[in-house]
Every structure is written in structure tokens, then in C-alpha cells.
């Protein structure tokens, strides 16, 4: 059975502290592998898709990287503005879909 | 514009009575969604439409249904609704559902209280 773990839950730092979020999966032939930021009472906003082992993605002060079973968010220096939910999607192949797995989040929270 | 409009944001309804929920995008995106998540809980798959026909029903219970009047447009119609229904429903689009990097483009949701 497919199956997205998110690690920590949540996750409290102090400005400038960095840290990684981590994603572990199961799933039948990855297609492809998603994070989001989800802030509270808002939509999943896209951050970053992996595809392959080894692939790295950055952006400001984010970078996720992907092995064959876990993705890793890393967060350097971070601010409070990047509190918020980060969610884990896998999208499995073999199939006509677009189903998304999501992972249930790791509670991101930065203070100053 | 690469939004997604979800109307209203807040929607309290009673068990009896029948609503809908509203979902435009002007992003030529041929394939939408509706996703339903509840508080600290990741979303959950219940609808998708490809070219203005629904491909996937996640076994949704009838009281919600979808319908998509062309290809900006979704809407979730409701009835008889139970407090359990509560939540955030979010709606989202993608270019084409069977394309590879098909990121999805989420709205603000709704949030939804059967009371």
C-alpha cells in the first residue's frame, strides 16, 4: 500500500536555526515527488517537485533533495515568515491519474 | 493569473439545507479538483474532472455533487449534509491530469460547518 510519513509533526525554532523536514514513502513506481507550504485556513501552495534519486531543488531558503525513499526539506537560517505547514505529496505511476498522496505535515514554527 | 477563486471562504449550513460551493480559474488548466481536509489532517481526494468530465470519484457519498459547466468553472453542490462533513474544502487545477510534473494550483478553500 502506498504510504507518505512526515517527521516531526511539529517542529519549533528559533530564527536563524536550521533544520530539515524529512518524507518517507512507499509507492509503486514514484512519478513524482511534491512539497507544499500550507498556511492555516489557506490552499497548498507549490514549492518544489522531484523526480528522480538525487535530484536537489532550491529556492531562497529552502533546498529539498530526494533519495529512493525519503525526500528532505532543508531550511536554512530560517524566519518567521516561513512558518507554516510543509506537506509531503508522492504521485504514483502506471496510471492516466494525478492522484496525489499527501503526507500529513510537519508544523513548522519560527520564532524571532 | 495563476489563481484559483473559491467562493464563499466560509459557509455554515444546517443538515436540512443545500448549497454550493464555487471554484473558477482562468489558467486554461483542463483538469480540476475537489479535495476535502479536516483541521490537522492532510487532504483527501474526492473529485476530479479532465476536459469537463468527471475521471475519478473517490467513492464521495452522494449528498456532495460535483458538477463542472465548462473549464474554468466547478462547482460542489450539497445536501443533507452531516456535522461530520465539516471542513475545509479546497478545489485546485492542473494543466492536463495525466501529464508528468502536473503541479496543482489550490485555492483558499472553504471552510464548512454543519451544524
Known amino acids: 500500500e502506498d504510504q507518505v510519513t512526515q517527521s516531526p509533526e511539529a517542529l519549533r525554532l528559533q530564527e536563524g536555526e536550521s533544520s530539515s523536514l524529512n518524507c518517507s514513502y512507499t509507492?509503486?513506481?514514484?512519478?513524482?515527488l511534491f512539497w507544499y507550504r500550507q498556511d492555516p485556513g489557506k490552499g497548498p501552495e507549490f514549492l518544489f517537485t522531484?523526480?528522480?534519486a538525487g535530484e536537489e531543488k532550491e529556492k531562497e531558503r529552502l533546498k529539498a533533495t530526494l533519495t529512493k525513499k525519503e525526500s528532505f526539506l532543508h531550511i536554512t537560517a530560517p524566519k518567521p515568515e516561513d512558518s507554516a505547514t510543509y506537506l509531503c505529496?508522492?504521485?504514483?505511476?502506471?496510471?492516466?491519474?494525478?492522484?496525489?498522496?499527501f503526507g500529513t505535515g510537519t508544523l513548522l514554527a519560527v520564532q524571532p | 493569473d495563476t489563481e484559483v477563486t473559491q467562493t464563499p471562504k466560509h459557509l455554515v449550513m444546517g443538515m436540512t439545507n443545500k448549497k454550493s460551493l464555487k471554484c473558477e480559474q482562468h489558467?486554461?488548466?483542463?483538469?480540476m479538483y475537489w479535495y476535502k481536509q479536516k483541521a490537522k489532517k492532510p487532504p483527501e481526494l474526492m473529485f476530479v474532472?479532465?476536459?469537463?468530465?468527471?475521471?475519478i470519484n473517490e467513492s464521495v457519498p452522494s449528498r456532495f455533487s460535483p458538477e463542472c459547466p465548462n473549464s474554468s468553472l466547478l462547482n460542489l453542490h450539497l445536501h443533507a449534509l452531516q456535522p461530520e462533513d465539516s471542513a475545509l474544502y479546497l478545489c485546485?487545477?492542473?494543466?492536463?491530469?495525466?501529464?508528468?510534473?502536473?503541479?496543482?494550483?489550490f485555492g483558499s478553500g472553504t471552510q464548512l460547518s454543519v451544524l
Open positions: 485546485a487545477s492542473s494543466q492536463d491530469r495525466s501529464a508528468t510534473n502536473e503541479k496543482l494550483f
Open positions: 509507492v509503486s513506481g514514484l512519478r513524482g
Open positions: 522531484l523526480y528522480s
Open positions: 505529496a508522492v504521485q504514483r505511476g502506471g496510471g492516466a491519474t494525478n492522484k496525489l498522496i
Open positions: 489558467m486554461g488548466h483542463r483538469a
Open positions: 474532472y479532465s476536459y469537463e468530465k468527471l475521471s
